[in-house]
Structures are given as C-alpha cells and as structure tokens.
C-alpha cells in the first residue's frame, strides 16, 4: 500500500467508494500515471467526465486565462461573462426545438435535482416518473429518483415523497424476446403507473437517461424513448433527459437523445461539460426555465468563471474536431474487438453500447444469465495489473464499461482493448 492509501485509510470517510487501490498523481489525454511511477490507459475518464483526455492543453490555457482574471463573484451577485457566453452558447448548440434558457450548478446530482425543482414549480404537479435501476445522483431528491437501493439509500430515509419508479427496457433481462416486445410491455406498465396509480394532472416530469449509465449501459430500443416522448406530451408531463453521463458526444452524437430522434422539455447535463471541472447545467425550453420564482434555484459556485471558461473551450474543440463523429469511429472498432471476445468467452452474456460507451455483461452461464459479479470485479483487478484502467456498473455489479476519452489514439484503444482480453483470458 503507497503512502496516500493510508491517508485514505486513517481521514477518509469509508461512504466514499474506491474501484482502485492506487493512487494517481498525473494524468496526460489517454495516459494516468501512479505514486510509483506505473502507467495505465485510462477507460474510466473518471467516470465518463475526461472526454477530451487528461490535462488538455488547450483547455489548461483556458483555465489560466479566466484564473488570472476572475475565478469567483457568483452569478447571484453579478454578471460575468463566461456564464452567459455559456448559456447561449448551449442554448444554441442542444438540439431542442424552439427557444431555450440554462442554469448552472455544481454536479449532476444537482443538476437533476434542480431539473425536478423547476419541472415542479412550472408545472404545478409534484410527481416525478423515473426509472428502475436509473442513477441521477446523490442528494437527497437525485438520490429519491436514482431507481437503485443498494448502496446507495441504506439508512437514509425518508427520502422525498412523490417520486415513483417504473420499469426500463432492460430487454436482456426482461422475459421477453424481441426489443418490441419489451418496449410495448414496459410502456404499458408506465401507462398504467401514470394514469391508474397516479394521473397525470399530478405528474410534473418523466426523468430517463438516454441510456442507463451506472445501470450497466443499457441501450434502450429506440421506439421506447419515440413513444415516451408521445405519452409525455400526451399528457402534459414534461420530459427531462439525463445526458450527465451520456452527453457530450461519448455516443457518437452531442447528445445521446439525438439518436432517437426525440424532442425533450430539459436536459441535465455534467460529468464532460468541463472535462473535470466540477460544473453541471439545466437547459431546457424558455416557456419553462423563464417563469422559475428569482432566487429559487441558483447557489454560490454554480457556473463558476473557471469552469464556464473550460466548458466554452470544450464545446469549440468538440466542433472543430468533429469529435462525435471520431467517438463513432472509435465505437465501431470497439464494436468488432467485442464481438470477437463474445465469440471466444461464453460469460459475457451480452456487449452493448453506442459509440465509445460500452459495456460487457458477465454471467455465469448464457442460458441463466445468472450474474458474474465475483468474476468483472477478478477480470478489473487483472486487467489493472496489466496497465488498463475500467469500472464496473450493473444493476448486480456485473458489467464491466469502457470509457475511453475521444481523444485516445486507435493504437492506445486496441491495445486497452487486447489487455482486456488478456485479462479475461486469465480470469476464466
Ligand atoms: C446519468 C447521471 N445522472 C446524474 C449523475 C450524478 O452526477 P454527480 O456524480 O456529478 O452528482 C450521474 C453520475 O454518475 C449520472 O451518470
């Protein structure tokens, strides 16, 4: 164990999870390096969040530049105009029809939060619709509608009252066959959650991720979010897309609602805004951000100068790389490695992803699709002492996701991609 292990160890609280025992001490686009000098390739991008890689240069210069001029006043008490360029530039830029407004926090966890808060407030309806094993976060309200109890709810009721949870097209575990199948029976519980046990004169919002994150990268089929959006305006409810984790071009599109072909009310958007920097964001249309009660969402830091400064940069090196496009490039190489791996390795149940997010699921046996947890946690370690970072997601801790930054290089991508295999190899 390095010296900052056991700092760890002794001052910090043990609430706060750790997926590896090492400590990090320097990070370069794909490449992360520990207090004893080892390298990885990183597949985790800190959890979806290092898009553009590690210590990018030119967003390094951004940072310095908005530094030496102002790093703190908070929006509440002026204008600035980092947080505004932003707004605009955000407004313009999430393909949302119409006229659209923006507010700026901290995390994505606030920035569900707050996307329930206005979808209440403009709405009049307190219910908010989310998804079984769906992850928006954890404050309390973001923890409320995250659709997952373990670990994160243990000892923290009562949470807040008026969220409900229904089922998502988790097709591979659903006993079903074909995705159709799956979409309309899942729809027609949602149906009957909005109009028998509530109505929906009292739900204000649905909350969906375009596709499951922590959930295990779950891609749902297209008719499902087509036909959420349909029943939403149906009924007067709006719809908030979480792109925290999926935004930001990690599935070949800015935005992973694009795939679908979908019109949101809101989206929450974190993680990558600032690759890294902490920043979340609400935009959604002006007929709801722009009758929000002054004073009732906002806080110190939300927005900062910093941060809003990166996020613009970001935004400017996405278009002018086309880094959408390269992450679907990168997804398709990805794609065929994990074909071959599911052709050589019977316990990987299923692989699944769009774009650079992509997942494994591991299962003891493809007939019972029993989960593999013992072994995606073997498969992570092995695959660590060989110089590649991953994380584990899943409703039951058996998937194993790729994160790779858009920045990486096809080389540095195959050759994660041949460490994992090897580490698979010598964990069967
Ligand atoms: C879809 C989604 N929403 C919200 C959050 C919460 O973000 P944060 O950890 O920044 O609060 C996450 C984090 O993983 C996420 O994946």
């Given at each position: 164990?390095?010296?900052?292990?056991?700092?760890?160890?002794?001052?910090?609280?043990?609430?706060?999870?750790?997926?590896?025992?090492?400590?990090?001490?320097?990070?370069?686009?794909?490449?992360?390096?520990?207090?004893?000098?080892?390298?990885?390739?990183?597949?985790?991008?800190?959890?979806?969040?290092t898009n553009l890689g590690h210590v990018n240069d030119e967003l390094v210069s951004a940072a310095i530049e908005q530094l030496k001029k102002l790093w703190h006043i908070c929006i509440h008490i002026t204008n600035y105009p980092t947080y505004l360029l932003l707004a605009k530039e955000l407004a313009e830029s999430i393909p949302i029809s119409g006229s659209k407004m923006a507010a700026f926090f901290n995390s994505g966890a606030e920035a569900t939060e707050n996307a329930a808060k206005i979808a209440r407030q403009a709405s009049g309806k307190p219910y908010i619709v989310s998804f079984i094993g769906g992850f928006h976060g954890r404050t309390l309200l973001a923890l409320t509608m995250t659709g997952k109890y373990k670990p994160y709810k243990i000892g923290f009721e009562p949470l807040v009252p008026s969220v409900v949870h229904a089922p998502y097209p988790y097709c591979y575990r659903l006993p079903v066959k074909d995705g159709e199948d799956c979409t309309s029976i899942v729809l027609s519980i949602l149906e009957q959650i909005i109009n028998v046990s509530l109505s929906p004169d009292v739900v204000s919002a649905i909350i969906v991720e375009p596709i499951q994150g922590e959930g295990g990268f779950i891609v749902p089929p297209k008719?499902?979010?087509?036909?959420l959006e349909r029943l939403a305006?149906?009924?007067?409810?709006?719809?908030?897309?979480?792109?925290v984790q999926t935004g930001y071009c990690r599935t070949g599109r800015f935005m992973a609602f694009e795939h679908y072909g979908i019109d949101p009310d809101m989206v929450t958007l974190g993680k990558a805004i600032a690759n890294g920097l902490p920043l979340s964001a609400v935009v959604g249309r002006k007929e709801i951000l722009g009758r929000i009660e002054p004073g009732s969402i906002g806080g110190t830091y939300g927005g900062n100068p910093v941060a809003a400064a990166v996020a613009l940069k970001v935004i400017e090196i996405i278009k002018r790389e086309n880094l959408c496009k390269r992450a679907e490039e990168l997804g398709k190489i990805m794609e065929e490695k994990l074909d071959e791996m599911y052709n050589k390795y019977s316990f990987i149940g299923e692989h699944r992803g769009l774009g650079v997010m992509r997942a494994l699921e591991l299962v003891k046996s493809r007939e019972t699709k029993e989960p593999a947890k013992k072994l995606t946690k073997k498969i992570i370690e092995e695959a660590r002492r060989n110089g590649l970072l991953l994380i584990k997601a899943g409703y039951y801790s058996n998937v194993i996701r790729l994160h790779p930054p858009l920045t990486i290089s096809e080389e540095n991508l195959i050759k994660g991609l041949e460490i994992l295999d090897k580490a698979m190899k010598a964990s069967s």
């Open positions: 164990m390095d010296k900052f292990s056991k700092l760890r160890q002794e001052y910090v609280s043990t609430g706060v999870p750790l997926e590896h025992p090492i400590t990090i001490v320097r990070g370069k686009n794909e490449y992360l390096y520990d207090s004893e000098g080892r390298a990885y390739l990183d597949f985790t991008s800190g959890i979806g969040v008719q499902f979010l087509r036909e305006r149906r009924n007067n409810i709006y719809l908030v897309v979480d792109e």
